[in-house]
């Protein structure tokens, strides 16, 4: 993929979001001083009480909404957003907030692109972040994340990192403990059978800062779990808190999902609800 000169984050608009709950982008409450979980999950307890859904039905809205006019950047935006909101959250409630810098695991996916967004509203809000962008190219696989990936550049407080071989993150796993969270942003909607590198020992990677002490936040999902049924790959992440987008899905609610998630936040993101339908 050819690279992409660095690009202002998009504009974000000021459609209310269903259930009057405010879109994490357009949110004063995320603004100021973090929330902890149990405030945070209160927040957004309306976006929580909805149905759940598969992870076919979450493409499907996604793509609806698209098709309706709401640009994937923008999704993005607020998907990101929402995260770091549940990371100083995370931090607020653990007490490890400047204990060290956050560590963003991303994806070359729009996984990652909300990782990458994350990235940038945590930085804004005086922490220290690394995102990491586990891939074999140099560039983020979607046109969002790549966008998002090259905004990170001017941003101060934040440092790229391209791990594109499992000795890369051997490298980063020297001294993982000094981390204050990870953000897992590998995969956002599970997978089949066994994870490929680099991924794999990035979630060999997360798996060890769990062991040492570090909490560990997954964005949608936790990488390699599936997301309908629950069902995890082999290795598969295991998540003090997940936050998931729009609605609840189904197998996060699974035995094995619950047990793998962690607590699950489900934040807003502005998908309508007539993109819910057929």
Do not use: C, Y
């Not at 357009?26 to 976006?47: Q, S």
């Not at 905004?151 to 407080?157: E, H, K, N, R, W």
């Not at 995969?187 to 991924?199: C, D, I």
Request: glycine content about 12%.
């Amino acid at each position: 993929m050819h690279a992409m000169t660095p690009a202002a984050p998009p504009p974000v608009s000021r459609r209310p979001a269903p259930d009057d709950v405010p879109l994490p982008a357009d949110d004063p409450a995320l603004r100021g001083e973090a929330l902890d979980l149990d405030e945070l999950a209160e927040h957004w307890r309306a976006t929580a009480s909805r149905h759940a859904m598969t992870a076919e039905e979450m493409r499907g809205a996604d793509r609806k909404a698209q098709l309706m006019g709401t640009p994937g950047r923008w999704l993005m935006e607020q998907a990101g957003t929402a995260t770091a909101a549940a990371v100083r959250a995370l931090l607020a409630t653990t007490g490890r907030a400047g204990r060290g810098p956050v560590l963003v695991l991303a994806g070359p996916g729009n996984n990652g692109g909300d990782g990458f967004v994350a990235a940038r509203h945590l930085a804004r809000h005086g922490l220290r972040v690394a995102v990491v962008l586990v891939s074999g190219e140099p560039q983020p696989g979607t046109p969002d994340a790549a966008r998002n990936w090259e905004a990170l550049g001017g941003v101060g407080g934040v440092e790229r990192i391209h791990a594109a071989q499992p000795r890369d993150l051997q490298m980063l796993g020297q001294g993982i403990e000094k981390a204050s969270v990870i953000v897992d942003a590998l995969l956002g909607t599970g997978v089949h059978g066994e994870l490929r590198e680099p991924v794999r020992s990035a979630v060999d990677l997360i798996r060890r800062a769990r062991a040492s002490g570090v909490p560990v936040l997954s964005v949608d999902t936790p990488t390699a779990v599936d997301l309908t049924s629950g069902d995890p790959s082999d290795p598969a992440v295991r998540a003090d808190v997940t936050i998931t987008f729009h609605r609840p899905k189904l197998g996060l609610q699974t035995r094995n999902g619950r047990a793998l998630a962690g607590r699950v936040l489900v934040a807003p993101i502005g998908i309508p609800a007539d993109a819910d339908r057929g």
